[in-house]
């Protein structure tokens, strides 16, 4: 699975919990650890693209590319979902809503992530 499309369900989430409001930074950053808590918990990564080391953070260079007009704002989604598309965002939600309150310890991992040269992969 591409990364673009786990970030289309992560947004359109937004459609089902009215409370969640998610900016391009905070985007990628669930991406970042959607990636590790799948990676953990079944061995296999969720999606193929690869994580690159930034400035600010971890990012997927296709996610950034699609949703980098949206800069600092958040990212509404207009579109209705489809059954299929509500049970599958229902199920990564749930399992992976539980890292927005993470996102605050990346602020932390910052030290960490500038000793990566920029543009590396980050494993």
Same mark, same amino acid.
């Given at each position: 699975?591409?990364? @673009?499309?786990?970030?289309?369900? %992560? @947004?359109? !989430?937004?459609? &089902?919990?009215?409370?969640? +409001?998610?900016? $391009?930074?905070k985007l990628q950053k669930l991406l970042f650890y959607c990636?590790?808590? $799948? ?5 296999? /990564?969720?999606? +193929?693209?690869?994580? &690159?080391?930034?400035? !600010?953070? /971890?990012?997927?260079?296709?996610? !950034? +590319?699609?949703?980098? #007009? $949206?800069?600092?704002?958040? %990212? ?5 979902? #489809? ?7 229902? *199920?990564?939600?749930? $399992? ?5 309150? @993470? ?6 991992? !910052? ?7 920029? *543009?590396?992969?980050?494993?």
């Amino acid at each position: 699975m591409k990364a @673009l499309e786990i970030a289309k369900r %992560i @947004l359109n !989430y937004q459609l &089902l919990d009215y409370t969640l +409001e998610i900016s $391009h930074l905070k985007l990628q950053k669930l991406l970042f650890y959607c990636q590790a808590y $799948h990676l953990s918990i079944s061995g296999e /990564p969720l999606f +193929e693209d690869d994580i &690159l080391a930034w400035d !600010y953070g /971890p990012v997927v260079r296709s996610v !950034y +590319e699609n949703y980098k #007009k $949206h800069d600092s704002s958040i %990212i509404s989604v207009k579109k209705e979902l #489809k059954s299929e598309d509500i049970s599958a965002t229902s *199920n990564l939600a749930n $399992h992976y809503s539980k890292t927005t309150y @993470l996102l605050g310890i990346t602020d932390q991992l !910052y030290a960490a992530f500038m000793k990566i040269i920029r *543009n590396t992969i980050v494993p």
